[in-house]
């Protein structure tokens, strides 16, 4: 069985980063490459810049964190946010990180998948995807606009999408549990898993390890993406892995 993956998540806005709930309600929480040092030396697998404002005046500095957070982490980053075009996957991978997350753009072209993974390999593509279960309970339907905006897209039909297309792996987040902290979202975890091949993160509701270890015990995917857990110090991702491993839980020790 691989390895499991713990990935810290950085909402990042005018350069610092915040966490709220259910997408609003941001605090900030500190500095993105200090942070993301702290969670190298702790073992973790990768780490996540989501630029959340993701507006054109804000380009610059995403890309200045870009660069001292690739000069100075030993694990892979990844960058999402704000990604519009081709242009914006080769300023971010040329900046030094390794996969670039798209979301709302991809919606709207999907084509851009496709470009991306032909230009750059489909490990560098990530395809972000914010959902939220219908009020009929008959499935979930996907969302942009960090969440404002219901496009009207059943999650199933476009994870199979993305994977068609050539996306490497789909980060999935619940707005149902986003911030929440009561877990995640199990049963579209799975729903999801049923219908694709590649990697998927789970997002979307960490409030403690056990959550962690619950996701890996009743899901397949690959990694599992948390905020606050770590960034208010309530638990080290060495603490996760130690965990995991007494769960049986295979996870990558690298330092």
Same mark, same amino acid.
């Given at each position: 069985?691989?390895?499991?993956?713990?990935?810290? =998540?950085?909402?990042?806005?005018?350069?610092?980063?915040?966490?709220?709930?259910?997408?609003?309600?941001?605090q900030?929480?500190?500095?993105? *490459?200090?942070?993301?040092k702290? @969670?190298d030396l702790? =073992?973790?697998?990768?780490?996540?810049?989501?630029?959340i /404002?993701?507006? @054109?005046?804000?380009?610059d500095?995403i890309? &200045?964190?870009?660069?001292?957070?690739?000069?100075?982490?030993?694990?892979p980053?990844?960058?999402?946010?704000?990604? #519009? /075009?081709? &242009?914006d996957?080769?300023?971010?991978?040329?900046?030094?990180a390794?996969k670039?997350? *798209?979301?709302?753009?991809?919606?709207?072209?999907?084509?851009?998948?496709?470009e991306?993974?032909d230009?750059?390999?489909?490990?560098?593509?990530v395809?972000?995807? &914010?959902?939220?279960?219908?009020?009929?309970?008959?499935?979930?339907?996907? @969302?942009?606009?960090g969440? #404002?905006k219901?496009?009207?897209?059943?999650?199933?039909?476009?994870a199979?999408?993305?994977e068609a297309?050539?996306?490497?792996?789909?980060?999935?987040?619940?707005?149902d549990?986003?911030?929440t902290r009561?877990?995640?979202?199990?049963d579209?975890?799975?729903? *999801?898993?049923?219908?694709?091949?590649?990697? *998927?993160?789970?997002?979307?509701?960490?409030?403690?390890?056990?959550?962690?270890?619950e996701?890996?015990?009743k /899901?397949n995917?690959?990694?599992?993406?948390?905020?606050?857990?770590?960034?208010?110090?309530?638990? /080290?991702i &060495?603490?996760?892995?130690?965990?995991?491993?007494?769960?049986?839980?295979?996870?990558? #020790?690298?330092?």
């Amino acid at each position: 069985m691989l390895a499991k993956r713990i990935i810290p =998540c950085l909402d990042i806005k005018n350069g610092k980063v915040v966490k709220g709930v259910h997408f609003v309600g941001l605090q900030e929480v500190g500095d993105p *490459v200090e942070l993301a040092k702290k @969670y190298d030396l702790q =073992c973790a697998d990768e780490v996540v810049f989501l630029d959340i /404002t993701a507006t @054109y005046e804000n380009r610059d500095i995403i890309k &200045d964190l870009i660069e001292r957070g690739a000069s100075e982490l030993s694990i892979p980053l990844a960058v999402g946010g704000g990604i #519009r /075009t081709i &242009d914006d996957f080769r300023m971010i991978l040329s900046s030094g990180a390794d996969k670039v997350s *798209v979301n709302s753009a991809a919606i709207a072209n999907p084509q851009l998948i496709k470009e991306a993974s032909d230009e750059f390999g489909v490990q560098c593509v990530v395809v972000a995807i &914010d959902a939220k279960q219908r009020d009929d309970k008959s499935g979930y339907d996907v @969302y942009v606009a960090g969440g #404002r905006k219901n496009t009207g897209i059943d999650l199933i039909e476009w994870a199979q999408q993305c994977e068609a297309l050539g996306a490497g792996e789909i980060l999935l987040t619940s707005m149902d549990k986003d911030g929440t902290r009561d877990g995640f979202d199990i049963d579209m975890l799975n729903a *999801v898993l049923q219908v694709v091949s590649i990697p *998927v993160i789970a997002s979307g509701g960490c409030g403690g390890i056990e959550d962690i270890i619950e996701v890996f015990e009743k /899901t397949n995917c690959d990694g599992a993406l948390a905020a606050s857990l770590f960034h208010y110090g309530e638990a /080290t991702i &060495d603490e996760v892995k130690e965990e995991c491993k007494k769960h049986n839980i295979p996870v990558r #020790r690298n330092k």
